[in-house]
């Protein structure tokens, strides 16, 4: 089936240890987003593809930055976590083409900072 | 600027029972409305849309969500919750065009046996 794959799905990291986490899609889809979620909110977009294109969102903060070698692929590398960036990291994917907004998520890595 | 609103952050209920999960939204422009349901460690899977046509959409699983370009909402129902229904439910609305979408703060419904 084709599909989201996060990879690792928990991740236990230490404060400022660099950390990545990656996201491998076999959608085919143009559009690759990362997401952090916070217990009890919303998704909140920290920036996204549209296939080479990076696009960040203006309140993102710099500790967070992202690759996206190809179209399967997309990876999260947080700099040096501290303690407040201990969150699930959703990746999702979307063909971004008219008329097909859906999105399509990974199950998400759970990311732990001690 | 648009912005979607789920005024409840909790809704409990007994099994069987029938359920409304509200969304608001403010946008001045033409919109496309979606709900997603994310259970307990999961990513967010797409329950149901409107893009056009039928103001009633439907899910495979027995819920429902009526676009009301009047009122400006998506409220999601279903007439009767099973236990498994039990999971966080987040409305998004997408502005003509755009592929990224703003999330409402979400709904957790909480079914009780």
């Known amino acids: 089936d084709a599909m989201v794959i996060q990879n690792p799905r928990y991740q236990v990291t230490q404060f400022g240890k660099p950390v990545t986490l990656s996201c491998s899609q076999t959608l085919n889809h143009n559009v690759m987003y990362w997401y952090q979620q916070k217990s009890s909110q919303a998704p909140k977009l920290l920036f996204h593809?549209?296939?080479?294109?990076?696009?960040n969102e203006a309140d993102t903060p710099d500790n967070f930055q992202s690759r996206r070698p190809n179209t399967s692929f997309c990876f999260l590398d947080i700099r040096s976590p501290g303690l407040g960036d201990a969150a699930m990291y959703l990746c999702?994917?979307?063909?971004?083409?008219?008329?097909?907004?859906?999105?399509?998520f990974g199950p998400g890595t759970r990311l732990t900072v001690t | 600027a648009q912005s979607v609103t789920q005024l409840d952050s909790q809704v409990p209920v007994f099994e069987e029972a029938p359920v409304e999960l509200r969304c608001n939204y403010s946008?001045?422009?033409?919109?496309?409305l979606f709900w997603y349901v994310q259970y307990p460690n999961q990513g967010l899977q797409l329950l149901l849309k409107?893009?056009?046509?039928?103001?009633l959409v439907e899910s495979i699983n027995g819920f429902e969500a009526e676009f009301n370009k009047s009122q400006t909402s998506f409220h999601l129902r279903k007439p009767s919750v099973h236990i498994s229904d039990t999971a966080e439910y987040f409305c998004a609305v997408y502005l003509g065009g755009s592929y990224i979408p703003t999330f409402g703060r979400g709904t957790s419904l909480i079914v009780h046996p």
């Open positions: 593809y549209y296939d080479k294109d990076f696009n």
């Open positions: 409107y893009l056009s046509g039928s103001t």
């Open positions: 946008s001045s422009v033409s919109v496309y």
């Open positions: 999702a994917t979307s063909s971004g083409g008219p008329d097909s907004y859906e999105q399509y």
